[in-house]
């Protein structure tokens, strides 16, 4: 008796061991990344860079900035979500309302889930052929449409997991007193999970703002700043890794302050989401 609780001691300790040196570890990664961009990021930020778009000779180390890359990004990822949550709510909903705990939500489910591990470049490449075969050029539209195929699958799993943690209790009560079933997705169980489809929001924006591969050949890349749908358009990812493979460290130096204005906006949206989520949980059914 007594080994068997000093075995059961032994692995918690071990166990106990190998969670704080995984903590440790994420923390240590994430604090790396901040310093180092920070480090060498804000040295090279000014005011010119936020508010100008590229001049003649940027990439030599002369003047100009990366404000049309900010505002490519920020379209881009902006129209990608707002699509991806277009399609991703009824998908969600109608898993739950309908479907429930069917065989079909499962495979339906699955394959949403092997949507959300296929790599980008995928992602980028199905885009590009279907621009292809509309005769569509690299452009902000298509960008939009590759991040939208990128953020469906994550929006909707987000969502759906959300969703599923709902009491049960609430959505038969509803049904019970005469509601539908699509009056309880869209007024209860839309209304009292809201908060929690802000963070799958939130989730997708911050994959898709953040993305490279799927924007490389939808989106192109110019040092203009953005004016058309149909129009090639720079992304703060492709920024910095065309500044990085300049030769120049005045210029590499500035990919990594346009690094820091993409890390600046992903957390000034996480912060946003959790105080416009505390604000609407007031109106969550308890």
Do not use: C
């Not at 499962?106 to 005769?135: C, E, K, N, Q, T």
């Amino acid at each position: 008796m007594k080994n068997r609780w000093a075995g059961r001691h032994v692995a918690e300790t071990i166990f106990k061991g190998l969670m704080l040196f995984s903590f440790g570890l994420v923390a240590g990664s994430l604090a790396l990344i901040l310093w180092t961009v920070i480090s060498k990021g804000l040295p090279s930020l000014s005011w010119s860079m936020l508010t100008q778009a590229p001049q003649g000779g940027y990439y030599l180390g002369k003047a100009g900035g990366v404000l049309n890359a900010t505002l490519g990004s920020l379209y881009m990822a902006g129209g990608g979500t707002l699509l991806a949550l277009f399609l991703g709510l009824p998908i969600a909903l109608y898993l739950e309302t309908y479907l429930g705990r069917s065989v079909w939500s499962r495979y339906v489910r699955l394959a949403l889930d092997v949507l959300w591990g296929i790599p980008s470049i995928v992602y980028g490449a199905i885009g590009f052929i279907i621009m292809l075969a509309i005769g569509m050029r690299a452009s902000m539209l298509g960008g939009i449409i590759a991040l939208t195929l990128l953020e469906l699958p994550i929006l909707t799993r987000a969502i759906d997991e959300v969703i599923r943690m709902m009491p049960r209790d609430l959505e038969q009560a509803a049904l019970a007193l005469g509601a539908t079933p699509l009056e309880v997705a869209t007024r209860v169980i839309t209304r009292q999970m809201l908060p929690g489809i802000i963070t799958g929001v939130l989730l997708a924006f911050g994959r898709g703002i953040g993305d490279a591969a799927s924007v490389l050949f939808t989106a192109g890349y110019t040092d203009r700043m953005p004016s058309s749908l149909l129009r090639p358009v720079a992304s703060l990812p492709l920024a910095v890794y065309f500044q990085l493979s300049m030769p120049y460290p005045e210029v590499q130096n500035r990919a990594y302050a346009a690094a820091l204005i993409l890390t600046f906006i992903v957390l000034v949206v996480s912060l946003s989401s959790r105080w416009l989520g505390g604000k609407l949980g007031k109106f969550i059914i308890k």
